[in-house]
């Protein structure tokens, strides 16, 4: 028999009978082996319950199914738009937010200051031959660290591929460095032990940088 190869506009609830069938997963074994409640499982299933972010994050270890997937079947928006500007960065991470269920991060201008200013000492450092090592050297073991977890994580291993191709400006090189050392360095103005809010400051810085790089007619698609 043909493997199932869950279409890309699945909803969640698709997404999850279809590995569960493709895998000869019940509801119940699911739930015995990720520890959520069959009661949940069936819910998000059947549409009756929005999942949060740990939900998708166990659907994701259990089911053999990529977190951004799983988000973007949720219905939730995880790539920016090409419109640009605080306000969509800000709505864009609100929605990520209530996907996270958590209101913690009350003042996201503020917070949005705080992660400019690293990102710019970044910069910085990402135009050192010490910075540009440290991204060579780490951004693989930091990718397996969070075991693929976050949102994002798509554009920042295409990131990665661009900077390590050098076919960027010197600025636009730069300004990907400063993603990648924010990311591996764990300077978090919200801690990723914080689970999950903690990966919405990753989120924030990535935002960031891909509105500036937009905004510099940056020739690449991430």
Excluded: W
């Amino acid at each position: 028999m043909e493997a199932l190869d869950p279409p890309k506009e699945s909803t969640i609830g698709e997404l999850i009978k279809i590995q569960l069938k493709k895998q000869s997963l019940s509801m119940r074994k699911l739930s015995s082996l990720s520890g959520m409640d069959t009661a949940t499982i069936s819910r998000i299933v059947n549409g009756k319950q929005e999942p949060k972010l740990i939900h998708l994050k166990l659907f994701s270890e259990y089911l053999d199914l990529s977190l951004d997937r799983l988000i973007e079947a949720s219905g939730y928006i995880v790539n920016p738009v090409k419109e640009t500007g605080y306000s969509h960065i800000h709505q864009s991470l609100g929605v990520l937010l209530e996907l996270f269920g958590d209101s913690s991060v009350s003042d996201l201008k503020a917070t949005t200051g705080r992660i400019e200013q690293e990102l710019a000492k970044y910069e910085v450092y990402a135009q050192t031959e010490e910075g540009h090592g440290l991204i060579c050297r780490e951004f693989e073991a930091k990718l397996a660290q969070v075991n693929g977890v976050g949102p994002l994580i798509d554009q920042l291993k295409e990131m990665y591929t661009l900077y390590c191709a050098k076919s960027a400006s010197e600025t636009d090189q730069a300004i990907l460095g400063s993603a990648l050392l924010y990311f591996i360095l764990s300077a978090d103005i919200i801690p990723d032990y914080m689970f999950p809010i903690g990966y919405v400051d990753d989120a924030m810085a990535v935002y960031l940088v891909l509105d500036r790089l937009s905004q510099r007619g940056f020739p690449h698609k991430l």
